[in-house]
């Protein structure tokens, strides 16, 4: 063989050699480093807005003050709100006070009353239609007009006592239920009044959704507010997100519940805890932002990490690599 031919095969060798001595440094790296993807914290805002309309009475934070959850931002002028609150607990307090006369029923003294009017008038009924006889067996001693008038007013006192003995009736049997059924209802109503005007009343102060930091103010005191004007824009940080992305390949190598740790530029050697919460099942390509050693046109998938910065070091928007140790893969 020639000894330009020895040679070449001699190189070719050596290279072959080389590459997969590379190969093999590199996927044992690889092994020991396990596998990484890459993606950023996630950016996640909100708009917050009263849900009642009013006059801005105070605002309590400034841009980029961080808030903790249901810490008060701003408060509305809520003297109408007070007032409104005031006139329902009162009609409350009627409607269950009507109820409450219902269910009593008569009292004693009321049935006494009645009891006395009926009695009272069956012995003038009974009176009046002596008289009626007395006038009627007269004959010619008396005159027609002096019985009708005497018989006339015998039944006009008969009706009288038929009238006290029904309204003595009614008052023994006591109140209706259809009535105790309308007035249950209206204390329901008057309820449901209160429990509105309770919420609106509440609603004038402004309040935190979650733990984050105040990116825009944009209303100040003074300013007429309402659920269609935000107040402020907020920046949410619990929890904490990690979107990255994953590809085919490594598919297997990743599922909700995993444990991982996370890197930033900032803090190359630090590491922050994560829980995988979420694996996309459907493909898309690479976003833009996501800087990865694979082609920007392959397929990947979406990854959700939740991480834990007690320390609040990680900021929305900020690049972050996700490592799953190859113990677990």
Same mark, same amino acid.
């Given at each position: 063989?020639?000894?330009?031919?020895?040679?070449?095969?001699?190189?070719?060798?050596?290279?072959?050699?080389?590459?997969?001595?590379?190969?093999?440094?590199?996927?044992?790296?690889?092994?020991?480093?396990?596998?990484?993807?890459?993606?950023?914290?996630?950016?996640?805002?909100?708009?917050?807005?009263?849900?009642?309309?009013?006059?801005?009475?105070?605002?309590?934070?400034?841009?980029?003050?961080?808030?903790?959850?249901?810490?008060?931002?701003?408060?509305?002028?809520?003297?109408?709100?007070?007032? +409104? #609150? !005031?006139?329902?607990?009162?009609?409350? @307090?009627? &409607?269950?006070? $009507?109820?409450?006369? *219902?269910? =009593?029923? %008569? /009292?004693?003294?009321?049935?006494?009353?009645?009891?006395?009017?009926?009695?009272?008038?069956?012995?003038?009924?009974?009176?009046?239609?002596?008289?009626?006889?007395?006038?009627?067996?007269?004959?010619?001693?008396?005159?027609?007009?002096?019985?009708?008038?005497?018989?006339?007013?015998?039944?006009?006192?008969?009706?009288?006592?038929?009238?006290?003995?029904?309204?003595?009736?009614?008052?023994?049997?006591?109140?209706?239920?259809?009535?105790?059924?309308?007035?249950?209802?209206?204390? +329901? #109503? !008057?309820?449901?009044?209160?429990?509105? @005007?309770? &919420?609106?009343? $509440?609603?004038?102060? *402004?309040? =935190?959704? %979650? /733990?984050?930091?105040?990116?825009?103010?944009?209303?100040?005191?003074?300013?007429?507010?309402?659920?269609?004007?935000?107040?402020?824009?907020?920046?949410?940080?619990?929890?904490?997100?990690?979107?990255?992305?994953?590809?085919?390949?490594?598919?297997?190598?990743?599922?909700?519940?995993?444990?991982?740790?996370?890197?930033?530029?900032?803090?190359?050697?630090?590491?922050?805890?994560?829980?995988?919460?979420?694996?996309?099942?459907?493909?898309?390509?690479?976003?833009?932002?996501?800087?990865?050693? !694979?082609?920007?046109?392959?397929?990947?998938?979406?990854?959700?990490?939740?991480?834990?910065?007690?320390?609040?070091?990680? /900021?929305?928007?900020?690049?972050?690599?996700?490592?799953?140790?190859?113990?677990?893969?």
């Amino acid at each position: 063989m020639p000894k330009r031919t020895m040679l070449a095969v001699v190189v070719v060798l050596i290279c072959a050699a080389a590459a997969a001595a590379g190969y093999a440094l590199y996927a044992e790296g690889e092994r020991q480093d396990g596998l990484k993807i890459y993606g950023s914290v996630d950016m996640r805002t909100v708009d917050l807005a009263f849900e009642e309309a009013g006059r801005i009475e105070e605002v309590l934070v400034e841009e980029g003050e961080a808030v903790e959850a249901g810490q008060l931002l701003a408060r509305l002028e809520d003297r109408r709100y007070g007032i +409104a #609150l !005031a006139n329902a607990q009162a009609t409350l @307090a009627v &409607r269950r006070k $009507e109820l409450d006369l *219902l269910l =009593a029923g %008569s /009292r004693k003294e009321e049935i006494d009353a009645a009891r006395a009017s009926w009695k009272a008038a069956e012995a003038s009924a009974d009176l009046s239609g002596r008289i009626c006889s007395r006038q009627k067996k007269l004959g010619r001693a008396t005159t027609e007009q002096l019985v009708d008038e005497a018989c006339s007013q015998a039944r006009v006192q008969r009706a009288q006592a038929l009238a006290a003995k029904r309204n003595l009736d009614l008052l023994l049997a006591g109140t209706r239920i259809e009535q105790i059924d309308v007035a249950r209802a209206n204390v +329901a #109503l !008057a309820e449901t009044m209160v429990r509105e @005007a309770e &919420r609106a009343w $509440e609603n004038c102060a *402004l309040k =935190a959704p %979650s /733990r984050g930091f105040i990116r825009s103010r944009l209303k100040e005191k003074g300013d007429m507010a309402s659920s269609a004007a935000p107040v402020f824009e907020m920046a949410l940080m619990q929890p904490l997100w990690v979107r990255a992305w994953i590809d085919e390949v490594n598919l297997d190598k990743i599922a909700p519940g995993m444990k991982v740790e996370v890197y930033s530029d900032s803090f190359p050697q630090t590491p922050f805890a994560g829980i995988v919460g979420f694996v996309s099942t459907v493909a898309e390509f690479t976003p833009k932002t996501v800087q990865t050693e !694979a082609l920007r046109t392959s397929l990947v998938y979406e990854v959700r990490v939740v991480v834990e910065d007690p320390q609040g070091r990680l /900021r929305l928007g900020m690049p972050a690599t996700v490592r799953i140790p190859a113990e677990v893969q």
